[in-house]
């Protein structure tokens, strides 16, 4: 049996006591010099308090008292830490801690990085078409005034949409016509706001909650107003197949998964990151796919020129999402023109608007 030497102090007086320390099989024994034992401390009801440097002062866990034993004796102090779990004069404890919280952190972020890439997009696909219209509405208000703000680059205000201003009526006029043409053969159950605004690239995106920009550029690179209405075609598609809602279900989600780590729950962060997410997507291969199936349906429905979108998409490169660049050559451009011409039909189509009109939607924005 280890033995040693220390002084106790019972916790009812001050005074301090010599004693005689004795180490058992299960506990610590203290005893006076007469042998009179004084306290019998399981070795796993030991816990180490702060002392001076060279001393191991002790006190029993739960107890109740303010006994306190104090060890001055290298020896005697090592045998008791080796014995009791909370005494860690050696910093091994400290260490498999230590250890254990890193590796807990490790498992967390991995963890948290297969959820964000894994979970939340899967989870997206399938909440996506569970959402009410009107959800889906408020959702895209919600974004729609983020993704304004970051298209409005010159602060114009209402003036960003076009075709109020002087010698503009006729052009939105031209416009609202085409698009309620597709709108009709669309029969979509939600409302859609459509608007062309004053941005020079060639594109048009979709929000949730059917609202549907088309940029002025898209209207200055196409050759006739059947081009236009494939693109916007196209993007009905996405707000019919809900790749939108999907989209922002994911940015949202990823952006309160990392909130909850970094303190963010206001959610303004959220509905930020949904916005640029949506402004800078580029949809997958079979997303894009599946719009311009939609698309070459609606165009055929309505009477037009399916042929159109994919004249389009070759002459824009096949980015018809901002952010999507795409070179002219690249395969997948011309896979999605092959399959767009595949399924258009043999009849006759019925321009969307007459030459007079199609001059006055490109005057739409102005000069033109």
């Not at 109020?164 to 859609?192: C, I, N, Q, S, T």
């Not at 494939?230 to 909130?259: C, K, M, P, W, Y």
């Not at 199936?293 to 389009?312: F, H, N, Q, S």
Request: charged share 25%; net charge neutral.
């Amino acid at each position: 049996m280890t033995a040693g030497h220390g002084i106790f102090f019972d916790g009812a007086v001050s005074a301090r006591q010599e004693a005689k320390i004795a180490l058992g099989d299960t506990a610590l024994h203290v005893t006076n010099p007469d042998g009179r034992l004084l306290a019998e401390w399981p070795f796993g009801e030991i816990e180490e308090v702060a002392a001076p440097d060279g001393v191991l002062r002790l006190a029993r866990r739960n107890s109740g008292l303010l006994a306190r034993l104090e060890i001055r004796d290298a020896a005697l102090a090592t045998a008791i830490d080796e014995r009791a779990e909370a005494v860690d004069r050696s910093g091994s404890i400290h260490r498999r801690q230590r250890a254990s919280v890193i590796a807990w952190s490790v498992a967390a972020t991995v963890s948290l990085v297969l959820l964000g890439y894994y979970g939340v997009p899967a989870l997206a696909e399938r909440l996506a078409p569970l959402v009410p219209p009107e959800v889906e509405r408020r959702l895209g208000a919600a974004v729609d005034m983020q993704v304004r703000g970051m298209l409005d680059k010159n602060n114009l205000g209402e003036g960003f949409e076009c075709g109020a201003r002087p010698g503009e009526p006729p052009g939105k006029a031209a416009f609202e016509k085409m698009f309620g043409r597709l709108e009709r053969a669309a029969a979509l159950p939600v409302p859609l706001r459509p608007s062309v605004i004053r941005r020079e690239e060639a594109n048009a995106i979709a929000l949730p909650g059917g609202r549907i920009y088309v940029f002025e550029g898209l209207i200055a690179k196409a050759e006739n107003p059947d081009e236009v209405a494939g693109v916007i075609a196209h993007e009905l598609g996405h707000v019919a197949n809900r790749d939108n809602t999907t989209t922002l279900l994911q940015g949202a989600g990823l952006s309160l998964l990392f909130g909850m780590v970094l303190g963010d729950f206001v959610g303004g962060g959220a509905v930020v990151l949904a916005a640029r997410t949506l402004l800078q997507l580029s949809y997958s291969r079979d997303v894009e796919l599946g719009a311009d199936r939609y698309a070459a349906r609606l165009m055929d429905k309505a009477g037009g020129e399916v042929r159109a979108l994919g004249t389009m998409l070759e002459r824009i490169g096949g980015a018809t999402e901002p952010g999507a660049k795409i070179l002219l050559d690249h395969p997948e451009t011309k896979a999605r023109v092959a399959a767009i011409n595949a399924v258009a039909p043999k009849g006759t189509p019925v321009p969307f608007l007459d030459a007079a009109e199609w001059a006055a939607m490109r005057r739409i924005c102005g000069g033109r």
